[in-house]
């Protein structure tokens, strides 16, 4: 556990820094086509400025976001942001893995636990029954959206 702890530190820590490089690389010789569309008032711009107003916080903070995490260093590293305050990223990572590590080595603590207490065919029945109440679920809000699609157009054509 301590070791695969240690690989996931590092993984993210070395991934964080040369998507921060990158971003440097790519500030100091942008291509053409991109160096257009970085306006102040467009959503690259708007990023660059959220980064560089707040800095070290949204890098910690952007390490616990599902997709904010791949493209956040790359940001990062084109919007000019100091190193120093990109640093937040390595007690991140640090926080991160840690904590993904432990969650998983007690969750499946907790799932053999159970699978020796109910045996694993309760625990496929309600693997089963979830599976049933999520296809359920979504097949009700399909279900909504297209009644609520149809009474749009109705509304609308009969409007003169």
């Known amino acids: 556990m301590l070791l695969l702890a240690t690989l996931v530190v590092a993984g993210g820590v070395t991934g964080d820094n040369l998507g921060y490089a990158l971003g440097r690389r790519c500030k100091r010789r942008p291509h053409a086509r991109l160096a257009r569309r ?20 949204a890098v910690l903070a952007g390490r616990f976001i599902g997709f904010v995490r791949t493209f956040l260093p ?22 991160w893995g840690i904590g993904n590590v432990l969650l998983g ?5 907790a799932v ?19 599976a049933v109440i999520l296809v359920v679920v979504r097949l009700h809000r399909r279900r909504r959206r ?10 609308s054509a009969g409007a003169p």
Do not use: W
Request: charged share 10%; no cysteine; net charge positive.
């Open 146 to 155: 297209a009644v609520r699609g149809r009474s749009t157009v109705v509304a």
């Open 38 to 57: 970085i306006r102040p008032g467009s959503g690259i711009g708007r990023a660059q400025d959220f980064l560089l107003r707040h800095g070290g916080m």
């Open 112 to 130: 053999t636990e159970l699978l020796h207490s109910v045996g694993p065919i309760a625990v496929a029945g309600l693997a089963a029954a979830g």
């Open 105 to 109: 080595y007690f969750a499946g603590a």
């Open 74 to 95: 790359f940001a990062a590293g084109a919007s000019g942001m100091p190193y120093r305050r990109f640093f937040f990223s390595t007690l991140a990572s640090l926080v």
